[in-house]
C-alpha cells in the first residue's frame, strides 16, 4: 500500500514556445501537474494539444527549436529544467523512463533483448554477470512475455508491436524506474493487446509504487486505469482532478464534449463528435482557446483566458462559467 499523497514529480507553471520562421509561438501554456506516488495520472487530450511536449519537458528531449520560457518540474528537490545535462542524462532511462508510441524508436535493432536489458542491468555495478542475466529473464517474465529464456537471444525485428512495447516495459523495470511516462503506449497494438498492456502498467504501480503519466487521446482507455485525469486542449490544462470526481462531476465543456464522442455513451449508430478543429499554435485567439468550438460559449462572460480554479474537493476547472454549467 503506498501513501498515495507523497509527490514524486512537479510540473509549475510550464510555459513552452516554438521558434518558426514567421515568429515565436507560445504552445504550452503555465502546464501545471503532479504525479503522486504509485499512481497513473492520464493526461488526454486531442492531437497537438501538447500532451507530448509535456513530457519531453520532464526528460529534456525537446525539439531543438523549443524554448521553455519559465517554469519549473521538480523531482528530488531538483529542478529538471535548470539540472545539468549530466544531471538529466543519469536520471533519463534509469529513474525516469519513456514508452514511447513507436517502440522501434526505443530498441536497437542491431542488438538482441538480452543484450539491451543487460545495457540498463549492468548499471547496477554490484550485480553478477549470472545475477543480471536472471534479472533480464525475469523482467521478461515480470511482463508476460511467453517463452522469456528463448526471447532473450531474439532480435527486435522478431518480435510483434505487443512484444516489444512489454520489452521496453521491461527495461523501465531493470532500471527499477521511479516514473514511467506511457506516451501513448497502446496506439499503435490492436485492442486485446492495448488491455494486456494497460494490465502490465497497472501491475507495476500496484507492485512498485511506480508513478506512471499515461498519455492518450482516449478517455475511454484511460478512464479505466488512472487515478487522476489532466484534460488538455491546446496548450492548456482545462480540468483536473481524481478519477472518481472526474467521471461524476465533469465540468469543462470540453471534457464533456469528448466523455460525450465515447462509443458507450451513445446508444444510436453515429458518434457524437465534437465540431471543429483544435486550432495550431499559430492561430492568435482572444480569451478561451475552446471558444470557437465551446456549444455554451457566451460572449459577455468567456472574454478572459480562464485560469485552472480549484472548485473544491481538489477539483480544477479552466472555464469561466463553470458556476453555470
Ligand atoms: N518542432 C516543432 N516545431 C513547431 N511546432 C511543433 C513542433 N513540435 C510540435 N509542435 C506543435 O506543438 C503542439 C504540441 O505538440 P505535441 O506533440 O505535444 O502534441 P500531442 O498532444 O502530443 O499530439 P499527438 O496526440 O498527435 O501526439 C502541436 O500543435 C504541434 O504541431
Ligand atoms: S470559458 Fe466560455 S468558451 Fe471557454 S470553455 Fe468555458 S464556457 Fe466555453
Ligand atoms: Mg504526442
Same mark, same amino acid.
Do not use: W
Given at each position: 500500500?503506498?501513501?498515495?499523497?507523497?509527490?514524486?514529480?512537479?510540473?509549475?507553471?510550464?510555459?513552452?514556445?516554438?521558434? +518558426?520562421?514567421?515568429?515565436?509561438?507560445?504552445?504550452?501554456?503555465?502546464?501545471? +501537474?503532479?504525479?503522486?506516488?504509485?499512481?497513473? /495520472?492520464?493526461l =488526454?487530450?486531442?492531437s497537438?494539444?501538447?500532451k507530448t511536449m509535456t513530457a519531453m519537458s520532464i526528460i529534456r528531449l525537446l525539439p531543438?527549436?523549443? =524554448?521553455?520560457?519559465?517554469?519549473?518540474?521538480?523531482?528530488?528537490?531538483?529542478?529538471?529544467?535548470?539540472?545539468?545535462?549530466?544531471?538529466?542524462?543519469?536520471?533519463r532511462g534509469?529513474?525516469i523512463s519513456l514508452i514511447p508510441q513507436d517502440p522501434m524508436t526505443s530498441l536497437n535493432p542491431?542488438?538482441?533483448?538480452?543484450?539491451q536489458?543487460?545495457?540498463?542491468?549492468?548499471?547496477?555495478?554490484?550485480?553478477?554477470?549470472?545475477?543480471?542475466?536472471?534479472?533480464?529473464?525475469?523482467? !521478461?517474465?515480470?511482463?508476460?512475455?511467453? @517463452?522469456?529464456?528463448?526471447?532473450?537471444?531474439?532480435?527486435p /525485428?522478431?518480435l510483434?508491436g505487443g512484444m516489444k512495447q512489454r520489452v521496453i516495459i521491461a527495461m523501465a523495470?531493470?532500471s527499477?524506474s521511479?516514473i514511467i511516462i506511457a506516451d501513448e503506449p497502446t496506439t499503435a497494438l490492436?485492442?486485446?493487446?492495448q488491455?494486456?498492456i494497460?494490465?502490465?502498467l497497472?501491475?507495476?504501480? &500496484?507492485?512498485?509504487?511506480?508513478?506512471i503519466l499515461l498519455i492518450s487521446h482516449?478517455?475511454?482507455? =484511460?478512464?479505466?486505469?488512472?487515478?487522476?485525469?489532466?484534460?488538455?486542449?491546446?496548450? /492548456?490544462?482545462?480540468? *483536473?482532478?481524481?478519477?472518481?470526481?472526474?467521471?461524476?462531476?465533469?465540468? /469543462?465543456?470540453?471534457?464533456?464534449? !469528448?466523455?460525450?464522442?465515447?462509443?458507450?455513451? *451513445?446508444?444510436?449508430?453515429?458518434?457524437?463528435?465534437?465540431?471543429?478543429?483544435?486550432? @495550431?499554435?499559430?492561430?492568435?485567439?482572444?480569451?478561451?482557446?475552446?471558444?470557437?468550438?465551446?456549444?455554451?460559449?457566451?460572449?459577455?462572460?468567456?472574454?478572459?483566458?480562464?485560469?485552472?480554479?480549484?472548485?473544491? *474537493?481538489?477539483?480544477?476547472?479552466?472555464?469561466?462559467?463553470? *458556476?453555470? &454549467?
Amino acid at each position: 500500500m503506498y501513501n498515495n499523497c507523497v509527490k514524486t514529480l512537479e510540473i509549475n507553471g510550464l510555459n513552452l514556445s516554438f521558434k +518558426l520562421e514567421t515568429g515565436i509561438y507560445p504552445t504550452l501554456f503555465d502546464v501545471s +501537474l503532479s504525479l503522486k506516488k504509485g499512481e497513473i /495520472h492520464a493526461l =488526454v487530450g486531442e492531437s497537438g494539444c501538447g500532451k507530448t511536449m509535456t513530457a519531453m519537458s520532464i526528460i529534456r528531449l525537446l525539439p531543438k527549436n523549443a =524554448v521553455i520560457t519559465s517554469g519549473s518540474i521538480i523531482y528530488n528537490n531538483t529542478n529538471l529544467l535548470t539540472a545539468s545535462e549530466n544531471e538529466i542524462r543519469n536520471l533519463r532511462g534509469r529513474e525516469i523512463s519513456l514508452i514511447p508510441q513507436d517502440p522501434m524508436t526505443s530498441l536497437n535493432p542491431l542488438y538482441t533483448i538480452e543484450n539491451q536489458l543487460l545495457e540498463v542491468i549492468n548499471k547496477d555495478k554490484t550485480l553478477s554477470k549470472k545475477d543480471a542475466k536472471r534479472k533480464a529473464k525475469d523482467v !521478461l517474465e515480470m511482463v508476460k512475455i511467453p @517463452n522469456a529464456q528463448d526471447k532473450l537471444d531474439s532480435y527486435p /525485428h522478431e518480435l510483434s508491436g505487443g512484444m516489444k512495447q512489454r520489452v521496453i516495459i521491461a527495461m523501465a523495470l531493470a532500471s527499477n524506474s521511479k516514473i514511467i511516462i506511457a506516451d501513448e503506449p497502446t496506439t499503435a497494438l490492436d485492442v486485446t493487446i492495448q488491455a494486456q498492456i494497460m494490465k502490465i502498467l497497472n501491475d507495476i504501480k &500496484n507492485e512498485f509504487g511506480t508513478s506512471i503519466l499515461l498519455i492518450s487521446h482516449d478517455l475511454g482507455l =484511460v478512464g479505466e486505469y488512472a487515478d487522476e485525469i489532466s484534460v488538455m486542449y491546446s496548450g /492548456h490544462i482545462v480540468e *483536473n482532478s481524481s478519477k472518481t470526481e472526474f467521471f461524476t462531476n465533469i465540468k /469543462h465543456p470540453y471534457s464533456k464534449a !469528448l466523455m460525450e464522442s465515447l462509443p458507450a455513451n *451513445n446508444t444510436g449508430s453515429l458518434l457524437k463528435t465534437i465540431s471543429g478543429q483544435p486550432p @495550431n499554435i499559430q492561430e492568435k485567439i482572444e480569451g478561451c482557446r475552446f471558444s470557437p468550438r465551446c456549444e455554451i460559449y457566451d460572449k459577455t462572460i468567456c472574454n478572459n483566458c480562464p485560469k485552472l480554479i480549484d472548485i473544491g *474537493n481538489n477539483h480544477k476547472v479552466a472555464c469561466c462559467r463553470t *458556476n453555470n &454549467n
